[in-house]
């Protein structure tokens, strides 16, 4: 019997059937579902920036880089936290200065269940696509997963974030 629910991800509803029966993940590589190449700044970059390159990528998350190593993350809530509720000027603040560093990512070679099992670990919603050499090569997000995982398993690392 199925049962539909709608699923809330990214700011988007899913409408979804619920099977009784637990799906499992494709065994689909990182490489395979991960958004490619995306916009990074360097630490440099000001605060603005980086809201006007969410605004424009529709993306709730940049990448902080030095040339091509990922070396940070700064996220619309980072900026809200960190630079707004504390009164200080996007214009004058840097990436660099807000950025979090202590990151989890994934390599592309790694299936889409370790996604999974670092998101619902960490509580993220996004994770930073790295090679062995700290090169950014994509980000796999909350979204990904729902497009590429069983409804049951959706479900559960929506549940696990959440916590």
Aim: contains cysteine; charged residues 30%; hydrophobic residues 45%.
């Amino acid at each position: 019997m199925c049962v539909p629910f709608a699923l809330r991800v990214a700011g988007a509803v899913i409408h979804m059937a619920n099977s009784e029966e637990k799906g499992t993940v494709m065994a689909e590589s990182i490489r395979d579902v991960m958004t490619k190449d995306p916009h990074a700044l360097e630490g440099g970059a000001s605060v603005i920036d980086a809201a006007r390159l969410m605004r424009d990528e529709d993306a709730g998350i940049v990448p902080v880089v030095e040339g091509e190593k990922l070396v940070g993350t700064v996220t619309d809530r980072d900026i809200a936290v960190r630079v707004v509720a504390e009164g200080k000027s996007p214009e004058s603040v840097t990436v660099g200065e807000i950025a979090s560093r202590d990151l989890v990512t994934i390599d592309p070679q790694q299936e889409l269940s370790e996604a999974l099992r670092l998101m619902a670990r960490h509580q993220v919603r996004r994770l930073p696509v790295v090679e062995e050499d700290g090169k950014l090569v994509g980000i796999v997000a909350q979204a990904d997963i729902a497009r590429n995982a069983s409804d049951a398993q959706t479900g559960d690392l929506v549940e696990d974030i959440s916590k």
